[in-house]
């Protein structure tokens, strides 16, 4: 187990796990980014993911041990089972925790050791699957290292830089090979919808155990590019878990390995930068999104982006009530975190981050278009009208992607009705007109009839006197 | 009470002066009584939709409130607001027992009639229920309304005058802006023009006042935004304005029969008239079918058959108010009233002037009201304490007289009583033996002093059950409850107050709190947070949406919950402490309003046993114990007891061995007995799991690895 103590982006510590042999050239990589790390043994009494109730690391890396079936009564998990391995320390509930308190694990399976029931205790509640046998390891018989596995066929050869959709960003591109030294398979379930392939085995590739197995296979557990070597799991906190399907891989031995492919061509192996990108990635240094002002205002109150400012100043700036009708303008700083730095967010033209005006259900749902640009942030706006309709809308941007850190934001306003001196006056309805005319027409009828009737001289002038009675 | 002893001693020497100064201070003494009798009580927004408050109420009480706060303020009084609207009704209370002592005074001769009515109308039980200190309702001051409309209106038939007829559409702009009960002037007044028209009775004082009310009240209640253009489009209001019509072409007929003295021309005009009337009728109807007229509101509908709104507007039917008033209850709210109103109705008939018919076809339409429903029960008392009013001076009137009468036809024994026994000769005439011989007076100081000491003790009893009824039944608030301990000492329950002000310490500014409707006003004004439904029950969809989130299962009720924001959710429950008014005993009207709405998916029959009984114990049905609202009231309730023994109180059955799961929502707060309960609604799981399996890890259950797969492979697609 490795700490891991970073200046990247938002985190503090950083953790790391054991190993008998220890990946040199990866944690080297790793504490040369500034990381921290601190080793421990899942057999350390004294090992504590939390200290009054806070994370104590920011990033756990698990690798395997070897450690088969050495367990003391200490080292049972939750469920009363023999826990190989893992000590109370890392029970899948911890991690769990670990997760949900905005922690991040890379963790490394290996085929020559066992996983711990912890772990794909933990990996099944996450809904990817392991295979049943422990000793199953991927092979494939027209991808593979000719060098180091021309008889087992299990070191896999598989380039850089698959992209998992084609309007998902590339953080684990490249052109290199990658070298997968006997990995362990995982399927993907379809119901966790947190979940995406990082690395996927070619179509020639299955997963057997090959002491069982060796000479027919005849159900294997999983096939294709159903295989899984690398997944990955965001979960709605955004933080990260990865699943490394070969901790060998990561070996000093494969980082600037020499590997042949079947075909005989040599060539160097790109797991030095593979591993680079896989823990930037799941330790925050990648993909994560910052989201900074956040920002509603009438139209008709304009601004350009520096005179914001003034418009603040006069409190006109995120008004929580709006009337309906009102035309509305939104604007919201994105930056993306890049290794080292904050930078602008680019976004996909195939894809948009996407405002929606919702009540229930979205009244509108508006494509924001990036407006101005900063070295270290884009400013995505819209211009909209609000629906006739009064009520407590939310402005929300929901941009959620695979590797990239969710966007979920919003802002309550009260759209209201029409104030009573909002309409527009009688007159300046020329519908009304006819009703209007009426209505004078009446009364000057009536005056002028109480005007000719008092005026009007009785026929007769001696019965004047009783009449007037 | 002191009228009727000091009358007599009055009556010779002692000036009108004198008389009409007691007569003040009589008023005045049941004002303030009517208002002090009121004071032993304790005081008690739709999101997302939100709420135009102008559209969606009467601004009548908010202005009355308002004009009384800032007239104060001018008369430097600075008053709270709050003081105001808390003794609002009180001292509305006053004024209706002075408005019903002028509309008795229109009545008769009798000026004790007007003042017992006042008495009757100060402290009668069916009029406190409504108006006690801090019941700051529509109702506080419409009733005053309602009386004095009558009132004016009394006046300007009897004085066919202008004045009073637009004095009266001002009130009735007043009491339209007020109430909703409005629609009760507006189908009386054309309905006593319509009975006097029938009668042969038309006057032009009718005409004057009649045409002068409806015109001008028309316009004055189409003022008020939330009545708006109903005068005039819905069928509740048509009667005001065919009558209008009728009352045009009366007046035309008699004018033109003036002129024109032809009895040929005459019976052309009454065909005429009738056909007009045909005519207008079918207009009416054709309009109405084709939608122009709104048709009868369903709450109309409501009162001619009791079983309409069961059926067909739960909402309305699931308001306790809204039942059917059993017999116990007139008793109770009116007591000695209740045997004397007949008999004040009866000598109505004797006189049966125009005023006279009003109070009997009052009488008959409100008694007939307040037996459909409970809350009607308010507009019958007015027209009861008059009718008493009316038997008991009468009964005064003649035996509480010292000297003896001289049987001459002049001879007066109170003036009523005279005027009864001479209209009552002309009419009847010699058809009954027992008036061929009028009795003229009452000669025996026996007979005198036992009925008046009877009527004496009816009184004095009536007062001691007036004062009781508002000790025990109206004074309570209905947010604190007070109980009795055995050893006689008083046991306050606060948990309503003390759910409130956890809501308000504990939670964000902007959570939203669903519960069910009756406690929308409550946590808005006591917890000040928004909530999903409240008492102003304008928009029944959404409140058979929360209906339906409390009603279905969780993984009905969460999308739901989640659609409208909802964070916490709060149920009321009696289980513990025997308090019945909890809402497992709504949840049945929960289920009628959001099947209402959505038949397919909810459905009564499922909450019911095969037996068809409600129950909440071991044969509960599964429809029953999976819904929200079972499971949110017993949730953790069996930790309370041993185990198995689990006991609810107020339902008195006893409770499945093994409470409720819940998963979507956590428990957040249980009061001091248990009776409210609130939970926060549980966010997505973090790392996307559902939630019944999140829970069952959080317990340690492990999940089962798929065992060997049976069918096809489910292949992830990307």
New interface residues.
């Given amino acids: 187990m490795l700490a891991l103590d970073p200046r990247s982006y938002g985190n503090e510590k950083s953790a790391a796990s054991l190993m008998e042999e220890v990946l040199i050239l990866l944690l080297g990589c790793i504490s040369n980014r500034g990381y921290k790390l601190t080793f421990e043994s899942p057999k350390n009494d004294k090992l504590a993911l939390f200290q009054h109730g806070e994370r104590a690391f920011d990033h756990i890396l698990l690798l395997p041990q070897k450690s088969k079936g050495t367990s003391s009564p200490a080292n049972v998990d939750?469920?009363g089972l023999p826990n190989p391995g893992l000590g109370p320390a890392l029970t899948?509930?911890l991690l769990?925790q670990f997760?949900?308190q905005n922690g991040n694990i890379l963790l490394t399976l290996s085929a020559d050791y066992p996983t711990p029931t912890s772990i794909s205790?933990l990996l099944?509640?996450?809904?990817i699957?392991l295979p049943?046998d422990r000793d199953s390891l991927v092979v494939d018989h027209f991808n593979y290292d000719a060098a180091s596995a021309s008889e087992k066929h299990d070191v896999l050869l598989l380039p850089q830089g698959s992209r998992?959709?084609s309007d998902v960003k590339d953080y684990f591109g490249g052109d290199g090979t990658i070298a997968f030294p006997r990995a362990v398979a995982q399927?993907?379930?379809?119901?966790?919808?947190?979940?995406?392939?990082v690395l996927r085995a070619k179509s020639t590739a299955y997963s057997y155990n090959p002491k069982d197995e060796a000479d027919v296979v005849e159900d294997p557990f999983a096939v294709g590019e159903?295989i899984s070597l690398v997944s990955s799991?965001q979960?709605?906190?955004s933080?990260r878990?990865t699943v490394f399907g070969s901790a060998e891989a990561l070996e000093n031995k494969w980082f600037d390995g020499k590997v042949k492919s079947v075909d005989g061509k040599d060539c160097k192996t790109a797991n030095r930068e593979f591993a680079k990108q896989i823990a930037a990635w799941t330790f925050m240094e990648l993909g994560a999104l910052k989201v900074g002002r956040v920002e509603h205002h009438l139209s008709s109150i304009t601004g350009d982006a520096a005179g914001n400012d003034s418009v603040a100043q006069l409190g006109y700036l995120n008004p929580t009530i709006y009337r309906v009708k009102n035309e509305v303008t939104f604007n919201i700083e994105i930056s993306e975190y890049s290794y080292d730095h904050l930078s602008h967010l680019k976004i996909d033209p195939s894809d948009a981050l996407q405002l929606e005006i919702t009540?229930?259900?979205p009244y509108h749902r508006l494509n924001l278009i990036p407006i101005s640009q900063t070295p270290n942030s884009t400013t995505f706006s819209s211009t909209f009208k609000l629906p006739d309709q009064?009520?407590?809308?939310?402005f929300r941007v929901n941009y959620k992607r695979p590797f990239l850190t969710n966007v979920d934001i919003k802002r309550?306003v009260?759209?209201?009705?029409f104030a009573?001196d909002e309409w527009p006056r009688s007159w300046e309805i020329s519908a009304g007109w006819v009703w209007i005319a009426g209505v004078w027409i009446t009364i000057a009828g009536w005056v002028a009839f109480v005007g000719i009737w008092l005026w009007s001289e009785p026929a007769y002038e001696q019965s004047k006197g009783k009449k007037m009675q | 009470m002191a009228v009727e002893v000091l009358e007599p001693f009055l009556k010779g020497d002692t000036g009108r002066n004198t008389r009409g100064l007691l007569r003040l201070i009589i008023l005045c003494t049941i004002a303030a009584a009517a208002v002090a009798s009121r004071l032993f009580s304790v005081i008690r927004t739709w999101?997302?939709?939100?709420r135009?408050t102008?559209g969606t109420l009467y601004p009548g009480l908010m202005v009355t409130s308002g004009i009384i706060y800032h007239v104060l303020r001018l008369l430097s009084m600075p008053v709270d607001i709050r003081n105001i609207c808390v003794l609002l009704a009180p001292g509305f209370s006053g004024l209706t027992a002075f408005a019903s002592y002028l509309i008795t005074s229109e009545m008769t001769t009798s000026p004790s009639a007007g003042l017992l009515a006042a008495v009757f109308m100060g402290i009668t039980p069916g009029y406190i229920s409504r108006s006690v200190a801090g019941s700051y309702d529509n109702e506080a001051i419409a009733i005053f309304l309602l009386v004095f409309t009558f009132f004016l209106w009394i006046k300007s038939v009897k004085n066919g005058s202008a004045m009073w007829g637009a004095l009266t559409a001002l009130f009735y702009g007043y009491m339209v802006s007020a109430w909703g009960g409005y629609v009760f002037i507006t189908n009386l007044l054309p309905l006593h023009t319509f009975v006097l028209i029938c009668m042969g009775r038309y006057s032009p004082r009718l005409y004057v006042s009649y045409s002068t009310w409806f015109s001008l009240g028309t316009l004055a209640s189409m003022q008020v935004p939330f009545v708006g253009f109903l005068p005039i489009r819905s069928s509740d209001h048509m009667s005001a304005l065919g009558v209008f019509g009728l009352l045009q072409l009366v007046a035309f007929v008699e004018f033109i029969r003036q002129q024109v003295p032809n009895k040929q021309f005459q019976t052309l005009l009454r065909g005429l008239i009738f056909v007009v009337f045909v005519v207008s009728m079918g207009v009416l109807v054709l309009l109405t079918v084709s939608g122009v007229i709104a048709p009868w509101s369903g709450r109309f509908y409501s009162l001619w058959d009791t079983g309409y709104a069961k059926i067909h507007i739960p909402i309305i039917a699931s308001v306790s108010e809204h039942q059917p008033t059993a017999w116990p209850a007139f008793f109770f709210d009116l007591n000695l009233m209740i045997w004397l109103f007949p008999a004040g109705v009866y000598m109505c008939f004797q006189h049966l002037k125009d005023e006279h018919v009003f109070v009997v076809i009052y009488a008959v339409l409100a008694s007939y009201f307040a037996g459909v429903m409970v809350r009607l029960m308010l507009t019958l008392t007015p027209v009861v304490c008059i009718a008493a009013a009316l038997a008991i001076s009468s009964i005064l009137d003649t035996y509480l007289v010292a000297d003896n009468p001289i049987p001459t036809e002049t001879q007066s024994n109170g003036q009523a009583t005279g005027d009864s026994v001479k209209s009552a000769t002309n009419m009847i005439k010699d058809s009954l033996r027992s008036t061929r011989n009028p009795v003229l007076g009452i000669y025996s100081y026996i007979s005198k002093a036992s009925v008046v000491g009877a009527v004496t003790t009816y009184l004095l009893l009536f007062v001691l059950h007036c004062t009781w009824v508002t000790s025990n039944a109206y004074s309570s608030p209905s947010v604190v409850l007070a109980s009795k301990l055995p050893d006689g000492s008083q046991h306050i329950i606060d948990d309503y107050r003390e759910a409130y002000y956890w809501l308000r310490q504990n939670t964000p500014d902007?959570a939203k709190i669903m519960s069910w409707w009756d406690y929308g006003y409550q946590i808005g004004g006591m917890a000040d947070r928004?909530t999903l439904v409240d008492n102003n029950t304008w928009n029944n969809t959404h409140i058979a949406t929360v209906g339906k989130a409390m009603s279905s299962r969780e993984e009905v009720s969460y999308p739901i919950l989640r659609?409208?924001?909802v964070d916490y959710v709060l149920v009321v429950f009696g289980g513990l402490l025997g308090y019945s008014g909890d809402d497992i005993n709504k949840f049945l009207w929960m289920v009628r309003i959001s099947e209402g709405i959505w038949p397919d998916e909810i459905n009564e029959r499922n909450y019911f046993t095969a037996r068809g009984e409600y129950r909440v114990d071991d044969e509960a049905t599964p429809t029953m114990r999976n819904s929200l609202m079972y499971k949110m009231s017993y949730y953790n309730y069996n930790a309370l007891f041993p185990a198995g023994q689990a006991q609810d109180r107020v339902r008195g059955s006893k409770l499945p061995a093994e409470g409720p799961q819940l998963s979507t929502l956590e428990e957040a707060f249980t009061s001091e007995n248990w009776i409210i309960r609130i939970y926060k609604v549980k966010?997505?799981?973090?790392?996307?799991?559902?939630h019944a399996?999140a829970v069952a890890?959080?317990k340690?259950n492990?999940?089962k690895?798929?065992a060997k797969r049976r069918g096809a492979?489910?292949?992830?697609v990307?």
């Fill in positions: 939750d469920f899948p509930k769990v997760i949900n205790s099944l509640e996450l809904d699957h049943p998992l959709r399927e993907l379930g379809n119901s966790n919808p947190l979940l995406a392939p159903q799991m979960a709605r906190n933080a878990f009540m229930l259900s009064h009520g407590i809308f939310s309550e009260t759209v209201r009705h009573h | 999101h997302p939709l939100g135009v102008g902007k928004p659609q409208h924001d966010d997505l799981d973090n790392v996307g799991r559902d399996s890890f959080d340690g492990k999940k690895k798929t492979r489910v292949l992830r990307e």
